[in-house]
Structures are given as structure tokens and as C-alpha cells.
């Protein structure tokens, strides 16, 4: 069993940055990629940012050029740096850790973008 906890979101204003993390615990074998959603409300959930074991990294055209992931994320733990944030950024963020005994999500971590 593989546990995920996504951590960091909180309340900022426009134009302000945050720093989300998610980390993967338990019995990790390997971790083929990470990625980040969103979900507003009254929306469906939404794709907004990979990486895979190799170091790449891909991201939604809405969020790319603000949001990094950074490379020294480790494979448990991944990092997603958020900057210029706007309004439209707040929604819950969930991290969907890929390991090679299956897909696992997490409880999700609120941002809140307003001010």
C-alpha cells in the first residue's frame, strides 16, 4: 500500500506564490510519474502538471511559465513551486502518485487565491 498527503496550500493574495508538496510513503517499489489536479468549484477536475521518473516535467497551458516543478523534487516527494498566482488558481490540488503496484491519490490540499 502506497500512502499519498498533499500539504502546503493556504490563503494568498494575487500575484503571490505557494509552494504544494506531495508525498508518497509506504510500500513504494518505484514511482513511474507524479501528477498534480485541481478541482474548482462547480468544475470538473483538471490536469495541471506532471513529472515522470526520468525528470521531465509537462504542464497545462493555463498554468505553464508559473508553475515549476522543481528538479530536485525527489521521486517521493514532489514539489509544485505555484507563482503569479490568479484567482482562477484556487481550487483543491490532489497529487496522483503512479507506482508500479498501481495509481494513488491523495486527500487533496486547498488554495485559495483572493485578495
Not at 33 to 62: C, D, F, K, L, N
Amino acid at each position: 500500500q502506497v500512502y499519498v498527503k498533499e500539504s502546503g496550500g493556504g490563503l494568498v493574495q494575487p500575484g503571490g506564490s505557494l509552494r504544494l508538496s506531495c508525498e508518497a510513503s509506504g510500500s513504494i517499489t518505484a514511482i513511474y510519474s507524479t501528477h498534480w489536479y485541481r478541482h474548482a468549484r462547480g468544475q470538473e477536475r483538471a490536469w495541471v502538471a506532471s513529472i515522470v521518473a526520468e525528470g521531465y516535467t509537462t504542464y497545462h497551458a493555463s498554468v505553464k511559465g508559473r508553475f515549476i516543478i522543481p528538479r530536485d523534487s525527489a521521486k517521493s516527494t514532489v514539489y509544485l513551486q505555484m507563482n503569479r498566482l490568479i484567482p482562477a488558481d484556487t481550487a483543491k490540488y490532489f497529487c496522483d502518485v503512479q507506482e508500479v503496484s498501481g495509481d494513488y491519490w491523495g486527500q487533496g490540499t486547498p488554495d485559495t487565491v483572493s485578495g
